[in-house]
């Protein structure tokens, strides 16, 4: 699937000459993207293009370069990193007031630039049960998607499940799903990343296994293996925890995990509590 907004414009300093470093002049950006069309027909499946388009006018406003070779680049680059679903980009700069003394209508440069690896495949379970507990996880799943880095590719429904592993005897049910996505940061870059996401949500850490707003916890990172003080990939109880698979087996009916397949695993579960309550969306 090809995406394309035309006609980006912002200021920019960007020339070799002393009067385009210190006047500027518009620059004018095109964009051709291609990515896997969304499985369904939400916002956070797909691309954002108002994000795009602040990518664009935000490189355009950036530290001057010389050519406008290099400025199509930066922006290339910036995409590929930002929006890890993109496969290829073309883009198209425009440097219209030119300093040319004989008269012409634009001065063009394309680039087409196309990802050379693939981005990492993650899998996320989230779970709230304090407050407005589906929309905390859209929340979740907003800010998720509306980070750089990070794009979302399907989402399980909600699950109604009885708490795991808590302190108390009496907190209220959980309502958990699943969700997939692309990446272009690191392991311990996701962990903080969805840290920050909680925190910003408002979850506060009382004590251990406390209730919660919005938890995020990376089940796996592609085929990453990670066992350090901060950070265990595959998550270490994820194949203990029906919430968790039975979420992410509505999603990817071939899942797997290093105890075996995702279907298999869910079989000597059945005496947790998971109930399906609804779409997310």
């Known amino acids: 699937m090809r995406i394309e907004i035309k006609g980006l414009r912002a200021k920019g300093f960007h020339g070799v000459r002393d009067f385009e470093r210190r006047d500027g002049q518009e620059f004018v950006i095109d ?15 797909t691309t954002d293009y108002s994000r795009i388009a602040n990518t664009v006018v935000d490189a355009i ?8 070779e290099t400025l199509a680049r930066r922006v290339a680059d910036q995409l590929l990193n930002d929006r890890p679903s993109l496969t290829k980009v073309r883009i ?10 004989v008269a012409f209508d634009d001065v063009i440069c394309q680039i087409k630039c196309r990802r050379m690896s693939p981005a990492g495949r993650f899998v996320l379970s989230l779970g709230s049960n304090l ?3 589906d929309d905390n996880l ?3 799943l907003n800010a998720l998607a509306e980070t750089p880095g990070i794009d979302l590719t399907a989402f399980s429904s909600i699950y109604a499940t009885t708490p795991v592993d808590v302190a108390d005897d009496h907190q209220p049910d959980y ?5 997939t996505g692309l990446t272009t940061l690191s392991p311990h870059e996701l962990l903080h990343m969805t840290a920050a996401i909680e925190q ?7 004590y251990p296994h406390a209730p919660r707003v919005i938890d995020i916890d990376l089940v796996t990172v592609g085929d990453t293996k990670i066992d350090d003080d901060e950070l265990t990939l595959p998550h270490r109880r994820a194949s203990q925890r029906a919430f968790v698979l039975i979420p992410w087996l509505e999603i990817d009916p071939q899942a797997t995990l290093p105890q075996g397949r995702v279907s298999d695993l ?4 059945n005496s947790q509590q998971v109930a399906k309550t609804s779409s997310i969306w």
């Open 200 to 206: 910003r949500l408002g979850r506060t850490r009382p």
């Open 175 to 179: 309502h958990n799903l699943v969700v």
């Open 92 to 101: 198209t700069v425009h440097k219209p007031n030119a300093p040319i003394k």
């Open 31 to 45: 964009v051709a993207i291609t990515r896997p069309a969304p499985g369904i027909d939400e916002l956070p499946a």
């Open 266 to 269: 869910i079989t000597y579960l």
């Open 131 to 133: 407050g407005a507990l």
């Open 138 to 140: 859209r929340q979740g």
């Open 61 to 68: 406003q950036g530290a001057p370069v010389n050519l406008i």
